[in-house]
């Protein structure tokens, strides 16, 4: 069927009046037509949009499993687990930029914190020819290590005294075990700070000509004594039930707090079982004497650290919505506002624990009810936001505590040097490895933030 040709509209004033009906009912007709093309073409984009969604649902679900199915062959082949999400870079893009204009003056590359303090000055001549007049010295500071193996012996007077007792000079204090507190305190420098095994230290002694067994380096690396944080278990209700009647009891030491749980029927020779009370009596120790005193616990949301005034990290709390999946547009817009918002709130909180004030504590209170209320119709998204509005004392906790950091990233930097030794040469064996490794870490730490040597802090064991 051919299709009629209809008049042109600019010659209207020239056209018939039966022309004029052709002309007007054949736009008419075509306006009819394409309505019904741009119906069927808006039901068929709705019908892809649908299939797209629910195929970004489904590639969404196929990423998880194959994620999944990824970590448990890495498990399998004990290869190192995934690297965990990005940074989100909040704390960066809510920190106080710098000033245009304020940077420092380029300081003078190379070492010179040491140039007076020198411990040898040589004077070195130089061949100059008759008549030349000395016009004084150029300093030239050297930097060198002096490494060498020393053997003393000690010849320790022996007395016999009137009354039959033999009395021996004592030896200089360091020295135990037949080494010295410099070689002891070089080997833990070298194995905690440095992250050199056993045998490689044990190596190194050998080559420098100090002569000591892996095993005597390994007893130098693990004497050290410290109380480790335990982690909580459940405890049966019954036991605790039992417990709970009776009136708070103090103990000199490990037997009768023993004795104690025993007699109340608790099965002491069970270490799954005696464990979390010996952990309750480690708390109650540390409350009765006042070692913690008013400090706030800031952590990740982690079982084992809910004890005592307990605040979150908001950093952590931020990270959950970068492990939401968002499969629609729609879902992905919601999770970019609720981001910014969490972003701003995170940065007005800040500034107040700059500058506390109380009127401003009730408007970020509110301001925090408004945020975390929002019902965005993602089911996972709201269900994240009703999980964090139920912790908000804990995540508020600057507002009565200004001092009470808002993150936990000090924390995870001073363990980064654990994890990666134990990425290196994997956990530690015995309970005495795992206390000289605690004990280490903190000296190193505190000797870090206190501005002192750790090569040149004392040994004392």
């Known amino acids: 069927m051919t299709k009629r040709r209809l008049p042109q ?34 039901a068929d984009n709705r019908k892809l949009r649908e299939e797209n969604d629910q195929l970004r649902i489904e590639n969404t679900r196929l990423k998880v499993d194959n994620q999944l199915l990824r970590d448990e ?27 245009a204009g304020s940077r420092k003056p380029a300081r003078r ?30 300093d030239c500071v050297v930097r060198d ?11 320790r007077e022996c007395w016999l005294t009137p009354e039959g007792r033999t009395i021996i000079a004592p030896l200089p204090a360091g020295i135990k075990g037949g080494y010295g507190a410099s070689l002891r305190r070089f080997c833990l420098m070298l194995h905690s700070r440095g992250q050199v095994t056993t045998q490689r230290l044990t190596t190194l002694l050998n080559d420098v000509g100090v002569e000591i067994t892996a095993s ?53 020779f069970d270490k799954d079982i005696v464990r979390p009370f010996a952990e309750a009596g480690i708390r109650g120790a540390i409350r009765h004497h006042g070692l913690v005193g008013n400090a706030v616990i800031v952590s990740d949301d982690a079982g084992q650290f809910r004890v005592g005034t307990h605040a979150l990290c908001w950093v952590h709390a931020e990270r959950l919505l970068h492990k939401l999946m968002p499969a629609t ?39 925090f009810d408004r945020i975390f209320s929002i019902r965005t119709g993602y089911g996972d998204l709201d269900k994240l936001l009703f999980r964090l509005s139920r912790r908000k004392e804990e995540l508020l906790r600057v507002l ?62």
């Open 109 to 138: 590359r190379g070492p010179k914190g040491d140039t007076r303090s020198a411990t040898r000055e040589e004077v070195l001549p130089a061949r100059a020819p008759p008549g030349s007049r000395f016009k004084g010295y150029k």
């Open 329 to 367: 547009p729609g879902q992905v817009r919601h999770v970019e506002t609720l981001r910014d918002l969490i972003w701003r709130f995170y940065k007005a909180l800040k500034a107040y624990q700059r500058r506390p004030d109380p009127r401003a504590a009730r408007g970020i209170q509110a301001r």
């Open 400 to 461: 009565e505590r200004p001092e009470t950091p808002l993150h936990t990233n000090a924390s995870e930097r001073d363990l980064r040097g654990f994890v990666i030794k134990r990425k290196i040469s994997g956990g530690t064996v015995s309970r005495n490895g795992r206390q000289a490794r605690d004990s280490m870490l903190g000296l190193m730490k505190t000797c870090q933030k206190l501005g002192l040597s750790f090569c040149a802090a004392p040994v004392t064991y």
């Open 9 to 42: 509209p600019e010659h209207a004033d020239t056209l018939s009046l039966k022309a004029l009906r052709e002309l007007v009912t054949g736009l008419v007709e075509r306006a009819d037509r394409a309505e019904i093309r741009i119906e069927a073409l808006e």
């Open 73 to 99: 062959i890495a498990r399998l082949k004990n290869l190192p687990p995934r690297p965990p999400f990005r940074p989100s870079g909040m704390e960066q893009a809510t920190s106080d930029k710098a000033v």
């Open 216 to 268: 005597s380096l390994a007893m130098i690396a693990t004497k050290r004594q410290v109380i480790r944080f335990l982690e909580d278990r459940q405890v049966d209700p019954a036991l605790l039930a039992r417990l709970m009647t009776r009136e708070p009891r103090r103990f000199a030491n490990q037997v009768p707090f023993l004795e104690y749980l025993a007699a109340n029927g608790v099965d002491i």
């Open 145 to 155: 290590l002096v490494v060498r193996a020393e053997v003393v012996r000690y010849r």
